[in-house]
């Protein structure tokens, strides 16, 4: 994802090779920058996890959901794949609400002389590069397109700047964004959060938790579980077939082993 932004570069210059110049000494001081940026956690990072960063990081939630469906968050077979390929352009509404209500009239407005605007063409073919992308990715999760937005905001200001009332709309909408999300964080999210599955697990297991303790887990691969379970727990959780349960239950040590109802009754 870090590097897209230079594909977004590349596209630029081959779209318009007239009217957008690219350094390649600027290139070359950007890429050094960002790789050093990169290595001053990426370096500590490896070694401390022996490796397991670029196997876990970049082999399973790089690599491996960009060819397979994870934790479900994706259609398993190619029909499903093509009616969700374009999820990402309707759920743009929900992301980038209430601002998206607005972008399709302001790109019909723009398409006419889009030509004359280079800067604004850099934003949408950087935008649209994010977004292609990741529809091609076979795991698929609303946030996964968020880093588009920031080109879409300044696309989208760039084209109301100029209307009449333009900054008391914007006022009001960031008033009314604010309080609608405050309103959901706080509120919503709170209710709901006492009847979420892991919520209720972490009730259950924090009075008996060591930061030691080995925690696996079999059917239930919700990134919530990481979230509750590290508060203190420091070990990475282990998604297990049903078949190897009873191997990580007959360990040494400390350890939380989450199994579907159905099958922890029946032993």
């Keep these: 994802m870090s590097w897209l932004p230079i594909g977004g570069l590349a596209l630029e210059r081959w779209f318009r090779p007239a009217s957008f110049r690219l350094s390649w000494a600027g290139l070359a001081v950007g890429l050094g920058a960002s790789l050093a940026a990169i290595g001053l956690w990426a370096i500590p990072a490896l070694v401390a996890t022996h490796g397991e960063y670029y196997r876990v990081g970049i082999g399973r939630h790089v690599i491996c959901r960009s060819f397979n469906v994870m934790e479900g968050h994706g259609a398993q077979n190619r029909l499903g794949y093509c009616v969700t390929f374009p999820l990402y352009f309707i759920t743009f509404f929900l992301?980038?609400?209430?601002?998206?209500?607005?972008?399709?009239?302001?790109l019909r407005r723009w398409w006419a002389v889009h030509r004359q605007d280079t800067h604004g063409w850099y934003l949408i073919v950087q935008a649209a590069l994010v977004f292609g992308v990741f529809s091609l990715v076979r795991t698929k999760l609303p946030h996964y397109t968020l880093p588009?937005?920031?080109?879409?905001?300044?696309?989208?200001?760039?084209?109301?700047?100029?209307?009449?009332?333009?900054?008391?709309?914007?006022?009001r909408g960031v008033l009314a964004m604010t309080a609608l999300t405050l309103a959901v964080t706080l509120?919503?999210?709170?209710?709901?959060?006492?009847?979420?599955?892991?919520?209720?697990?972490?009730?259950e297991v924090s009075p008996h938790a060591r930061p030691e303790m080995e925690l696996a887990a079999v059917g239930f691969n919700e990134p919530s579980l990481v979230w509750e379970f590290g508060q203190k727990i420091t070990n990475y959780v282990e998604y297990l077939p049903a078949e190897k349960a009873a191997s990580f239950l007959a360990r040494p040590g400390p350890r939380v082993l989450v199994l579907p109802t159905a099958q922890a009754r029946g032993g």
């Design 148 to 171: 588009a937005l920031p080109c879409l905001a300044l696309w989208l200001g760039l084209q109301t700047a100029e209307a009449v009332g333009s900054a008391r709309r914007l006022a």
């Design 95 to 106: 992301s980038f609400f209430p601002w998206a209500l607005g972008a399709p009239s302001a």
């Design 187 to 203: 509120g919503v999210f709170s209710a709901a959060r006492s009847h979420l599955i892991a919520a209720n697990l972490w009730r």
